[in-house]
């Protein structure tokens, strides 16, 4: 009967889950989870042998603070107020008489944002049950209490705030599938829990209240007008550097010194805006170079609100260049390749990743990953205006920082 299965199933989710907090319990090799972001590489946060082993796993320089993941206000108060026990009783304090509260100014994004995409500052306390690696040195930590249910299942079982970086390897694009989490961690990590595909597809905002007037320090999952639209937040300031990447002298190549989210395709951005037929330009003087050189190219196109099927470029005469399309759930998963030469001097692998910023976001690590797995040599992707706010501040940052080359025009 169907009941009988979903109950193995519950059951068998159960175990994975029990199983999942036993090893952050008392394990040093940290464990892949899904959240409503991208995939986290979780550890206990306050145990130091915990944490290293994610920067191992990662290869990441651990010079680079962590977040952690709390599954209630009241796992954050007991961060804040380490436990002291009272002397007679030998009872931990309660939390009412809680000496460190969150600031403030943190209300109204609390009550409107958490549980959800959003991480914010908070002073380190004194006696911080926080292991030092997770703060890497500064004297705030970043928390978050992720609205995806099976995190804080697995948060609330292991009884213990989790720290987790994203689960790719360093530099690689997030993993917004288990999958994806499994191609890059493979024979590092131990246990990945495979919740589906990541309903949002890029990383929490980061915020900090600290900071007068409060910054803006990543864009992500939740928009910067709905962040000013809470009380104390009118005058937040962007604190992120993708201005800076917007000045007239294009092209340049803000991936040299930021290269992030990267597969291993060279990536070229056209912001929006940029005229559709320097793309087509750009595209053809590829496939030529690789008609004269006898080398087999792929390129990769990666479309969002104008750009043509395969920028219109069509299969040619001769039949050395093939035309193949991806093609991808509004979820952000592939479906399939659609039939096409692949011995062809050439061939433009082209993926369409929708026009609404929820999907793009969904789908665009999926994309640049599904284009490394195909071995494109380079992959041309259609910006979005970043001033519309809410996700699309975010894709921009992500995709100028995968970019060798962004075309501004
Ligand atoms: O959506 C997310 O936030 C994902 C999922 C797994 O929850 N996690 C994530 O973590 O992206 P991570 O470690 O890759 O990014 C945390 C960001 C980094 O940009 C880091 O520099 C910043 O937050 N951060 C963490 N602690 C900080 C602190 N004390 N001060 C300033 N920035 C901090
Ligand atoms: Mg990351």
């Known amino acids: 009967e169907w009941w009988a299965t979903e109950k193995s199933k519950g059951t068998a989710e159960a175990t994975a889950v029990s199983q999942a907090a036993e090893v952050l319990r008392s394990g040093e090799i940290p464990v892949g989870f899904p959240t409503e972001t991208v995939y986290g590489l979780g550890a206990d946060a306050t145990r130091s042998a915990a944490?290293?082993?994610?920067?191992?796993?990662?290869?990441?320089?651990?010079?680079?603070?962590?977040?952690?993941?709390?599954?209630?206000?009241?796992?954050?108060?007991?961060?804040?107020?380490p436990t002291q026990t009272n002397e007679l009783a030998g009872h931990a304090t309660t939390n009412s008489n809680s000496k460190n509260k969150i600031p403030a100014i943190y209300e109204p994004l609390i009550s409107r944002f958490w549980p959800g995409p959003l991480t914010i500052l908070l002073p380190n306390p004194a006696g911080s049950p926080l292991a030092k690696e997770v703060t890497a040195g500064l004297t705030t930590f970043g928390v978050r209490m992720p609205s995806s249910a099976f995190a804080r299942l697995l948060i609330h079982v292991a009884d213990r705030p989790l720290a987790a970086p994203s689960a790719n390897a360093s530099t690689k694009p997030s993993p917004t599938t288990a999958q994806h989490v499994y191609e890059d961690l493979k024979g590092r990590i131990d246990l990945i829990l495979d919740g589906g595909s990541c309903g949002v597809g890029v990383e929490s905002t980061v915020v900090d209240g600290l900071s007068d007037p409060p910054a803006i320090l990543r864009p992500g999952g939740i928009g910067i007008?709905?962040?000013?639209?809470?009380?104390?937040?009118?005058?937040?300031?962007?604190?992120?550097?993708?201005?800076?990447?917007?000045?007239?002298?294009?092209?340049?190549?803000?991936?040299m010194k930021y290269r992030h989210y990267s597969p291993k395709a060279q990536v070229v951005l056209f912001e929006a805006g940029s005229d559709i037929s320097s793309a087509t330009?750009?595209?053809?003087?590829?496939?030529?170079?690789?008609?004269?050189?006898?080398?087999?190219?792929?390129?990769?196109?990666v479309r969002t609100r104008t750009w043509p099927v395969a920028l219109g470029i069509t299969s040619d005469n001769q039949s050395t260049v093939s035309i193949r399309e991806i093609s991808m759930t509004p979820d952000g998963d592939i479906t399939g390749i659609s039939n096409g030469a692949d011995s062809l001097a050439a061939s433009i692998l082209?993926?369409?990743?929708?026009?609404?910023?929820?999907?793009?976001?969904?789908?665009?690590?999926?994309?640049?990953?599904?284009?490394?797995?195909?071995?494109?040599?380079?992959?041309?992707?259609?910006?979005?205006?970043?001033?519309?706010?809410?996700?699309?501040?975010?894709?921009?940052?992500?995709?100028?920082?995968?970019?060798?080359?962004?075309?501004i025009v």
């Open 51 to 81: 944490v290293q082993g994610i920067y191992k796993a990662k290869k990441r320089p651990s010079d680079n603070p962590l977040i952690i993941h709390v599954d209630s206000l009241d796992m954050l108060n007991r961060v804040l107020n």
């Open 225 to 255: 007008e709905e962040i000013k639209s809470c009380p104390g937040w009118e005058k937040v300031k962007i604190g992120y550097h993708d201005s800076a990447l917007k000045s007239k002298d294009a092209p340049r190549a803000p991936g």
């Open 281 to 301: 330009l750009r595209v053809k003087a590829d496939l030529q170079a690789a008609n004269s050189t006898d080398g087999a190219h792929k390129t990769g196109i």
């Open 350 to 407: 082209d993926l369409n990743l929708g026009s609404s910023a929820d999907a793009i976001a969904r789908g665009l690590f999926s994309a640049l990953r599904a284009l490394d797995g195909l071995n494109v040599d380079v992959i041309y992707v259609e910006g979005i205006h970043d001033e519309e706010g809410d996700l699309a501040a975010a894709i921009m940052n992500r995709l100028r920082k995968a970019s060798e080359v962004a075309i």
